[in-house]
């Protein structure tokens, strides 16, 4: 099984809102690989952080891949907002609503990467139906709506599961909750190869390259691409 490279994607949820785009600007010089950006809606999850137009601000201040999460319910009526301010990876729960597959056909049909999220209490079995309308995976390693949080290990075992389901297909594995140098290998072992880190990589003082780095190292050479 050929091995994915790691990607480190920093969550601007735990930046200075106050110089967002010089924020941004940042981590993708300190070399973010993604760029993570946390909807939340006050319903689904309970907190609000921003919609399309901080997005749009966001996109205007990389050129990375920005990875949008999107946690509200619904979901299908913003997927075009979110598409239309820069988005390239738009991931919806699986917890959100009744209709999954369509929101993954409606995320492909705006020509973006489509992503399903899944919180700690949701079995893997959910993303089995709809792997053929996925590009990415997200296993919730805490429960969403806040940064910050304490990294859970019981979801390594689904990464692990998830893992052998998607064997041979073009799909990744990402990871979102807690990532520190320490749980980062945990992660990359158990087969994520996307890691969200927000408050390790914003909260570590002003250079960001150190922790990018950091996590980037200690999960490859977790999974033997680094001596
Ligand atoms: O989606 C979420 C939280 O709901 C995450 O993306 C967090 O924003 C990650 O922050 P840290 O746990 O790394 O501080
Ligand atoms: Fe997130």
Redesign the pocket.
Known sequence: MPISPVLVAP?V??CDFGRLAEEVRAVDQAGADWI?V?I?DGHF?P?ISFGPDITRVIRKATGKPLDV?L?IAPTDPYLQAFAEAGADVITVHAEAGPHLHRSLQAIRALGKKAGVAINPGTPESVVEPVLDMVDLILV?T????????K?LEAPLEKIRRLRAMTAGRDILIEV????TVETAPLAAEAGASVL??????F?KGPDYAKPIDAIRAAAERATGLWA
């Open positions: 969550s949820l735990a993570h946390d939340m999850v907190n999460h946690m919730m805490v429960n969403p709506g806040f940064g910050g949080q990294f979102d909750g807690g990532i969200v880190a927000g408050s390790a990589v909260g």
